[in-house]
């Protein structure tokens, strides 16, 4: 095994820890893959804590999610489809993280978008966060119900089940599945407090303008959002992919 492909072993160890630690996977949830070419990818075994992987317990799959490498007794995560199809709809994207975190997934189970514009860097990082319908987990249910997002977002929300997000590299999913899940527990504290103020559509415009002017790679919403020229934001209730 080459060096590099140790160390992303290693990595994805890591981020498995700390998703753990912070309470985004109980028990043995979550799971995390990355690509290393075209060919190959690594992902996380099924069935086992996220916590407490080694390297040598991470599997290599080719593109269709068929077994390349394994360590003893361990086989692929039981959702490598799901990651799969990220993959394939998105060329540029090379890690995915599935976690259940307690906000964001409290969200997933009302089955409730995360689309009010609250906080000037959820809007910038995220834009909004749909709910991709309910599908049973490890069945191609899940990525036919995630698929339609991968256009304009690199995060879902899975209904009744968890989060779902994507990046350039493994740190960038990771760090999105930490944003969605901070922009989740906002939304609810604020919504307990009672009368969340939301940004405008002027000054929702001017946070994606921001973010087209950092060139901050991947998908967001807000290229649909304006798609038209017009000037206002158009209300999340209306979009297909926010609306509730
Ligand atoms: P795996 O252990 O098979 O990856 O499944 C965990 C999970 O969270 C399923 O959605």
Redesign the pocket.
Known sequence: MADSEYEIRKQICEIGRRIYDRGM?AA????ISVKLCDDEYL??????SKGFMTPESICRVDREGKVLEAGDGCR?????RMHMRIYQKRPDVAGVV???PVYATTFAVARTPLTMPVIAEAVVTLGCVPVAPYAA??TTE?PDSVEPYTEYFDQVLLAN??ALTWGQDLMSAYYRMESVEFYAKLLYKAMQLGDPKQLDGRQVRKLYGIRRQMGIPGRHPGDLCFANGGDECRSCDNCRFGGK
């Open positions: 996977a043995n949830d979550g799971n992902c996380t075994p099924t069935g086992v692929p995560s039981s959702e490598i599935h976690a259940h987990p490890s899940v089940h968890g």
